[in-house]
C-alpha cells in the first residue's frame, strides 16, 4: 500500500467499493491461465467485489482442465466460463461483457500478468475521473527460456521496434490515443455509438485485431478521454519464436488496413513507418534491375536499416547485460517491422482490387 497510497485512500473513502467483473478472452491458454488466475486472487482489491468472466474460443488443449482444477481450489474466487464459438477476440470479449454484472469492467489478456494492485489502481483512476478509459503498461517477458524468446521480448519493448506505444515502456502518466485492455464503466462503454461490426456488443466482430484500439477511437470521437497510467501494471508474454511473431505481426499489419478505411486520420507515424520502409525496399530492388545506381540504392537502404537495428541490438544488450540480444534483437525487430509493412501493403491493394471489380461491395 505504501506504493499508491492515494489510490487506497480513494478506494477507502467510496461509501460502497463497485463490483469489478474481470473479462478474459482465451483460446488454448493452459501454459498460462493458471498464472492469471493466481494474479487475480492476489489482487489488493477485495476479492467478494470481483467476479472473473472466461470467454474461451472453444479450446482444444488443457485450458478447460486448468480453469476447472482452479475454481476447485479457490472457491473464493467468483468464476465462471461462456463458449466464444466464433474463435476471435472481439466476440468473446462481447460475450464476456453480456454476462458480466459488474459496474466496473476490467479487461485482461488470457496471456498477462496483472500486478496485486492492478484492480484496485483503475478502480481509483476511473472514481478520480482520470479518462473514460484507463489502462497501464505492460512489462514484457519471454515465453520461453531460449535465447530468440528473451530477444523478442525485448524487442517488443523497445522504442525502435513499437514506436510511440507508450504502454509498452514509459514511466509518465499521460493521456493516450489508446491503452491495452483497457478498464471502464460498463454503463459508459454499453452507451458508445457502435461501429457496423458491433452488433453484438461494444467490440467489432468484423476486426480480428486492433479491436481495442477501434473501441478506443470511438471514444475518442466522443469527447472521452484515455488515461495511461505506469502504477497499473501487468506482465505480458511475448511470443517465443520468430514464426510466431511474424503470424501476430502479419495479422495486426493485415487489420489496420480494415480500420483505416473507416477512421483514415488516426494513422500514426509508427503505422505508417512499416509499410514505407517495405515500399522503399521494393522500390529499390526494382530499380536495381532496371539501371545500375538502382543496385547501390538498395544496398545503401538496407546498410542503414541494418545499422539502426544494430544499434537498437546493442542497447538491448548492455541493458541487460545479455550479449546474444546484440543479434536476436534485430533479427525480431526486423521480422516485426517487415512483416507489419507487408501484411499492410497487402491489405491495402487487396482492398483495392476488391473495390475495382464490377459490383463489387464496400470493404470495411
Not at 466464433?86 to 459496474?103: K, S
Not at 544499434?311 to 541493458?319: C, N
Request: charged share 20%; glycine share 8%.
Amino acid at each position: 500500500y505504501q506504493k499508491l497510497p492515494w489510490a487506497y485512500v480513494i478506494i477507502s473513502l467510496m461509501p460502497q467499493l463497485p463490483l469489478v467483473s474481470i473479462v478474459v478472452p482465451c483460446y488454448n491458454e493452459e501454459a498460462t491461465i493458471r498464472l492469471l488466475l493466481e494474479a487475480l486472487m492476489r489482487q489488493t482489491y477485495p476479492l467478494e467485489k470481483m467476479e472473473v468472466v472466461l470467454a474461451d474460443g472453444m479450446s482444444t488443449d488443457r485450458t478447460r482442465q486448468v480453469i476447472a482444477q482452479f475454481q476447485a481450489e479457490n472457491p473464493s474466487l467468483a468464476l465462471r466460463v461462456v463458449e466464444n464459438p466464433p474463435r476471435i477476440i472481439p466476440a468473446g470479449v462481447n460475450r464476456a461483457i453480456a454476462e458480466a454484472h459488474g459496474e466496473v469492467i476490467v479487461r485482461v489478456d488470457a496471456h498477462a500478468v496483472p500486478y496485486p494492485e492492478y484492480v484496485a489502481q483503475s478502480v481509483a483512476d476511473l472514481e478520480a475521473q482520470q479518462g473514460e478509459i484507463v489502462g497501464g503498461v505492460w512489462e514484457i517477458r519471454p515465453r520461453g527460456r531460449g535465447w530468440m524468446a528473451r530477444s523478442i521480448a525485448a524487442a517488443a519493448s523497445s522504442p525502435l521496434g513499437v514506436g510511440d506505444s507508450f504502454y509498452r515502456f514509459t514511466r509518465q502518466a499521460r493521456y493516450v490515443d489508446t491503452v491495452p485492455f483497457g478498464a471502464y464503466r460498463r454503463d459508459f462503454i454499453l452507451a458508445l455509438p457502435r461501429s457496423p461490426g458491433a452488433l453484438n456488443g461494444p467490440y467489432d466482430e468484423g476486426l480480428l485485431t486492433n479491436e481495442d484500439y477501434e473501441l478506443n477511437t470511438r471514444v475518442r470521437q466522443t469527447g472521452g478521454k484515455l488515461w495511461l497510467d505506469p502504477a497499473i501494471r501487468s506482465v505480458y508474454f511475448a511470443r517465443p519464436t520468430l514464426r510466431k511473431l511474424a503470424q501476430q505481426y502479419w495479422r495486426y499489419g493485415y487489420w489496420k488496413v480494415r480500420m483505416l478505411r473507416r477512421y483514415p486520420k488516426t494513422l500514426r507515424l509508427r503505422q505508417a513507418l512499416p509499410p514505407a520502409l517495405v515500399l522503399a525496399l521494393l522500390g529499390s530492388a526494382l530499380l536495381a534491375l532496371l539501371v545500375p545506381w538502382g543496385g547501390w540504392l538498395l544496398l545503401g537502404l538496407a546498410a542503414v536499416y541494418a545499422l539502426f537495428l544494430l544499434a537498437a541490438g546493442a542497447q538491448a544488450a548492455v541493458k541487460a547485460r545479455q550479449w546474444h540480444l546484440l543479434l536476436g534483437t534485430p533479427l525480431a525487430i526486423g521480422v516485426m517491422q517487415l512483416t507489419w509493412g507487408s501484411a499492410f501493403l497487402f491489405s491495402l491493394l487487396e482492398g483495392l482490387f476488391k473495390r475495382l471489380r464490377p459490383g463489387a461491395k464496400a470493404v470495411y
